[in-house]
C-alpha cells in the first residue's frame, strides 16, 4: 500500500473532499471505494483536473466520510435518515452505518428502536430477522419482508397454502415452507428473491425415484455446506428429514422417521456445526408428548433422544414448548409454559437428566395459557446470551449458571407470538385483539405488531422509565402513537402494492 498516503480528491456533486487513500482503505474491498484500487493500492478511476467526480449527494458524502475517518456516525437534523442509508448503500458502506448507529448485539443493553403494525389472520405466524438487520413476517398464505430500513419490499404470496416456516439463506433469498393441499398436488418449499417476492426454485422430495407432494414444516440451514433441512409430511412414507443443496436446489438426502419417534411434524430444526447433528425437536401441543434428538445424516442413526413418555404425573405440568441445544456446554435447553428453564446433558438420554430450574414469578403465570389464540415461551441463543419470551416480555440469561439479568417489557402490543434475533437486531412479533393502531380491546381482527430493539447506550432502568412514563400513557389513552416509538416510520404489513401481485403454488 504505498500509494495510499497520497492525497485523493473527489469532486461529488460539485463539492470538492479530500482524503487520503488510508481513509478510503477502512471501506473495504468489496465497498465503491475498494474497487477503486488496483491490487496494489493505486486509484485505477478516471482522473479529471486533478480530481475524481462522482455524480452523488454531497452532504451524504461527507457524512460517510467522516464515518470511513473517525468510525463514528454523526447525521445532521436536516439530512434525512433514509436518505444517508440510500447513499450508503451505493457506496457499499450499509454495514458501517449499521455498525456505527447500533454498536455490537448485547441483550442486557437493548432499547427499543421502533415498530410496525398490521393486520394479519392468526394462523401460522412467525417471524425471521434478516443477515442484513431486515425482518420477514409469514402468516396465512403471505410474507412479509422488510429490508434493514424496515421498509416493506413487494410480499411474497402463496395460492392459498399455508405458510409454516420461513428463514434467510442469505440478504437476498428466502426459503418458505408451506402445506400441501389434500386433491391438488402441491405444497413443500420454495426459493423467493426477498426484493421481487419472485419464485426462484421449488423444492422436490423423490420417494422410490418419484417425485412427492408434500407438506413441509420446520427449517434449518448449514451455512458452511450449503444445505437446507426441512420436516417433512408426505401421503405415503415420506415422513422424516429431507436436506437439499442451496446451490442447486436438489434434493440430497433424507432421514425417514423411525417408528415410534416423531421427525415429520418437527416444530423446531438446529443445525449443530460441532457435531455435525441436526437437532430435532416435535412439541406439545402438535404432540401429546415431546420428542427431541440429535440426527447424524451420515450414518443415518440416532445418536441422542429424549422423550418425555413415561414421565412422572408431578412433573406433567412442566410440557415441554421450546428446545435449543447449546454446543459450548453440550447440552440442551428447554422451556415450559410457565417460563421455568430445564436442562439436559447432552451425555445423558433419560427422564431424570431434565434439570427444571424454576422462576419466581412463573406460578403465577399459570392459567393464561389458556386463551384463544395462546402464545407459547420461545427460546434464542445469541452470542453467549439465552433469551427467553414469556407473555409480553423477553427475559435475558447470562453466565455459566445462565442468571436471569434484564428484561425487555412493553406496555401494550399483546402476548410475544414469536422473535428472532440477527444483524444486531431483536425483532419481536406481539398479538392481540385491538383496534388498528389505537390498541383498544375489539373483536373480529386478530393484529399483528413486530417490534425492532437495537443496541443503544441506554441503560435498561431508562428504557422501562420510558416505556411507563405518564406521557406515554396519556398518548395511548388517545389512541395515539408515541414518537419515539415510532418516529417517522408508520407503516403496516398489509401495505398496498401498485402493478400485479403474483400467487405461487409450491
Known amino acids: 500500500m504505498g500509494a495510499q498516503k497520497d492525497r485523493i480528491k473527489f469532486n461529488v456533486g460539485g463539492r470538492i473532499f479530500e482524503t487520503t487513500s488510508t481513509t478510503l482503505a477502512n471501506a473495504g474491498r468489496n465497498s465503491f471505494f475498494g474497487a477503486l484500487f488496483d491490487d496494489d493500492w493505486n486509484f485505477n478511476s478516471d482522473y479529471i483536473c486533478g480530481e475524481y467526480f462522482i455524480d452523488r449527494n454531497p452532504d451524504c458524502f461527507a457524512v460517510l466520510l467522516d464515518l470511513l475517518r473517525t468510525g463514528e456516525l454523526f447525521i445532521p437534523q436536516n439530512l434525512p435518515e433514509k436518505l444517508l442509508l440510500r447513499e450508503a448503500q451505493f457506496y457499499g458502506l450499509t454495514d458501517h452505518v449499521r455498525s456505527a448507529k447500533w ?164 416444530d423446531k430444526l438446529q443445525w449443530l456445526r460441532g457435531r455435525n447433528c441436526l437437532l430435532v425437536a416435535t412439541l406439545f401441543p402438535r404432540k401429546d408428548n415431546c420428542y427431541i434428538s440429535l440426527l447424524d445424516f451420515r450414518e443415518k ?25 447449546m454446543e459450548e456446554s453440550s447440552s440442551i435447553c428447554v422451556v415450559n409454559e410457565y417460563e421455568d428453564l430445564g436442562f439436559m446433558d447432552l451425555r445423558s438420554s433419560n427422564w431424570s437428566s431434565l434439570r427444571w430450574s424454576s422462576r419466581n414469578r412463573s406460578r403465577l403465570m399459570k392459567g393464561r395459557m389458556g386463551d384463544d389464540e395462546p402464545c407459547y415461551p420461545k427460546l434464542a441463543l445469541h452470542q453467549g446470551q439465552l433469551f427467553s419470551s414469556m407473555n409480553a416480555c423477553i427475559s435475558v440469561y447470562c453466565g455459566p449458571e445462565w442468571v436471569l439479568t434484564s428484561r425487555l417489557r412493553r406496555s401494550y402490543g399483546g402476548s410475544i407470538c414469536d422473535f428472532s434475533i440477527g444483524g444486531d437486531r431483536l425483532f419481536a ?10 390498541m383498544t380491546s375489539i373483536s373480529d381482527w386478530n393484529h399483528r405488531s413486530f417490534v425492532c430493539f437495537s443496541y443503544v447506550h441506554e441503560d435498561i432502568e431508562a428504557w422501562k422509565m420510558k416505556e411507563h412514563g405518564s406521557r406515554d400513557a396519556k398518548m395511548k389513552r388517545a389512541g395515539k402513537l408515541c414518537p419515539w416509538r415510532c418516529e417517522d416510520f408508520r407503516r403496516t404489513c398489509s401495505s398496498q402494492f401498485t402493478g400485479i401481485m403474483n400467487y405461487y403454488t409450491l
Open 103 to 266: 454498536g455490537p448485539f448485547d441483550g442486557n443493553r437493548l432499547t427499543h428502536s421502533t415498530s410496525v403494525y398490521g393486520r394479519a389472520p392468526g394462523d401460522g405466524t412467525a417471524i425471521r430477522a434478516g443477515p442484513d438487520g431486515g425482518c420477514c413476517v409469514a402468516h396465512g398464505c403471505m410474507v412479509h419482508v422488510y429490508d434493514w430500513m424496515l421498509e416493506e419490499h413487494t410480499p411474497i404470496t402463496l395460492d392459498y397454502q399455508i405458510v409454516n416456516d420461513v428463514g434467510w439463506i442469505d440478504s437476498e433469498n428466502i426459503v418458505v415452507s408451506a402445506c400441501e393441499r389434500l386433491g391438488r398436488g402441491d405444497g413443500g418449499m420454495g426459493l423467493f428473491n426477498a426484493s421481487t417476492g419472485d419464485l426462484r426454485h421449488k423444492f422436490q422430495v423423490s420417494h422410490e425415484n418419484q417425485v412427492k407432494s408434500f407438506t413441509a414444516g420446520a427449517l434449518s440451514f448449514d451455512s458452511y455446506d450449503s444445505k437446507i433441512f426441512s420436516s417433512c409430511k408426505g401421503r405415503s412414507n415420506e415422513y422424516g428429514i429431507g436436506v437439499w443443496d442451496q446451490v442447486t436446489g436438489k434434493q440430497v438426502d433424507f432421514f425417514y422417521e423411525p417408528n415410534g419417534w416423531s421427525l415429520g411434524d418437527a
Open 301 to 325: 442413526s440416532v445418536v441422542w433422544s429424549w422423550s418425555d413418555i413415561g414421565a412422572p404425573l408431578a412433573v406433567d405440568e412442566k410440557r415441554v414448548r421450546d428446545a435449543i441445544a
Open 429 to 438: 412479533l406481539h398479538s392481540e385483539e385491538n383496534n388498528f393502531g389505537t
